[in-house]
């Protein structure tokens, strides 16, 4: 390492790919700095924060009161409890304060020194932060993304994501604007801790880029539960009134809400970092441009996680993060630099039943493969031949004709992701269908209907 700097490596943003890359450098000798512009406390960044740890916690939350009227029909009966909310907040907040925690602690553990405020970069070995200066042979932005709220009247009467965890009071009528998987994500829990939740969406579906039929079928289990889905539609205005929030449509119909949440898409965040005086280049929603090696067109200058856009996931930041340390102070000794594939990551969508996917949709696999075969399959759950709920599952397969191998698979239904993480291996692998028809199934779960498929719904 080099010492004509103050760090080998200084890190701006203490998210998951951040405090990742900082930590695996220190522990590879490296002088390495971390700034967070939101202290400690927001270590973690957006997932540990206002993201998915946050969002599984109100999940859980959200199902129980499902749960015990589901209940009934396996003999429990009794007082069904009530939610405080104050609680569920309080409880939440102490859970993300200890996890932040928990990375500070992994920060200083290494050796990192933890810089708290705004880091802006000057020249590109060179970073200001709260007048002073420190210099560094490699800087990292990997500052996340956040919420985009476009410009209407009555923007500043709508909240985020962000502050959807912490609101004053449960509200009783909630609209959530957006088609996407925050927004479905967020009208399914409210929905289920008790708000009456009106869903909008300008366009013809909601969750774009999933599977057709998988969209098609989340939308149908969410209407049943309660959420209030209207698509083809715009919002041209939000207003205060007596009554609550006005909440005009530009079809000149009005709906009422006590919160109005915007989840209409997030934005790298890259303002006030220094960038465009530095010359690094960004697409037009500010996303940092980097090469196969998260480096931008400035040489000391590198980027991963949501700032670049690529793929928002917190597994994919991190998995970039070590890819980077490997290549910028080589791997751990005795492995050989990481790379990370971008084709068969799995994802899961926390909607009520959640989803999860990993693969290709039904559209895009016939337009890479060309013959694939379609397996689907449809049912009630075993858990609800006895609970009285109308939920059901869909779990489908998609099979390259020519190689007999599997290339997508996507399920809608209770605990999805946990499903689905074990056949993103199997994918990733290879595995044919030939493989999946002679693995053995385990009775009963709902997971074995994947290794039990033999019929196909269509096929060329």
Request: hydrophobic fraction near 40%.
């Amino acid at each position: 390492m080099t010492h004509s700097f103050d760090y080998d490596l200084f890190v701006v943003g203490g998210g998951s790919g951040g405090v990742r890359a900082a930590r695996m450098a220190a522990q590879r000798g490296a002088r390495v700095a971390l700034a967070e512009a939101q202290g400690a406390d927001g270590l973690g960044g957006t997932c540990v924060n206002a993201g998915c740890i946050p969002k599984k916690l109100y999940s859980y939350a959200a199902h129980f009161a499902e749960s015990f009227e589901e209940s009934h029909g396996f003999g429990w009966a009794g007082e069904t409890p009530k939610l405080n909310w104050e609680v569920l907040k309080a409880n939440r907040q102490q859970e993300i304060a200890r996890l932040s925690g928990v990375y500070l602690n992994l920060l200083r553990g290494t050796g990192v020194d933890f810089l708290d405020g705004w880091a802006c970069l000057e020249d590109a070995h060179t970073i200001r932060l709260d007048g002073a200066r420190y210099s560094a042979r490699d800087i990292l932005i990997a500052t996340g993304g956040k919420p985009h709220v476009p410009n209407f009247v009555g923007r500043d009467l709508v909240v985020t994501s962000n502050e959807m965890f912490d609101l004053e009071v449960l509200p009783e009528r909630l609209v959530v604007v957006g088609g996407g998987y925050i927004a479905c994500e967020f009208a399914s829990i409210f929905n289920g801790l008790g708000s009456s939740v009106v869903q909008l969406y300008r366009g013809e579906q909601v969750l774009r880029g999933f599977d057709d039929e998988v969209r098609n079928f989340v939308a149908g289990e969410m209407i049943k539960k309660g959420v209030d889905r209207r698509i083809d539609t715009q919002v041209s205005s939000v207003h205060r009134m007596a009554q609550g929030l006005v909440v005009t449509l530009k079809n000149g119909n009005v709906v009422l809400a006590d919160t109005v949440l915007y989840a209409t898409g997030r934005v790298p965040n890259t303002q006030k970092l220094g960038l465009d005086a530095l010359g690094v280049i960004q697409r037009h929603d500010g996303a940092i441009v980097v090469d196969e090696h998260y480096q931008t067109n400035v040489p000391s200058v590198y980027a991963l996680g949501d700032v670049t856009s690529r793929i928002q996931l917190t597994p994919v930041a991190l998995a970039e993060a070590m890819v980077l340390v490997d290549r910028l102070f080589g791997p751990s000794p005795g492995l050989k630099p990481r790379s990370v594939d971008y084709e068969y990551i799995p994802t899961a969508v926390f909607t009520h039943p959640n989803i999860a996917t990993v693969g290709h949709t039904e559209s895009d696999a016939r337009k890479i493969f060309g013959a694939v075969t379609v397996y689907r399959s449809e049912f009630k759950a075993l858990k609800h031949t006895l609970s009285a709920s109308t939920e059901r599952t869909l779990m489908k397969l998609i099979v390259e004709d020519a190689t007999d191998r599997v290339v997508g698979l996507h399920m809608v239904g209770q605990d999805a992701g946990e499903a689905i993480q074990g056949f993103a291996v199997a994918l990733r692998a290879g595995a044919t269908k030939a493989v999946f028809d002679s693995t053995i199934g385990i009775h009963p779960t709902v997971a074995e209907e994947f290794v039990t498929m033999r019929a196909s719904v269509s096929s060329h």
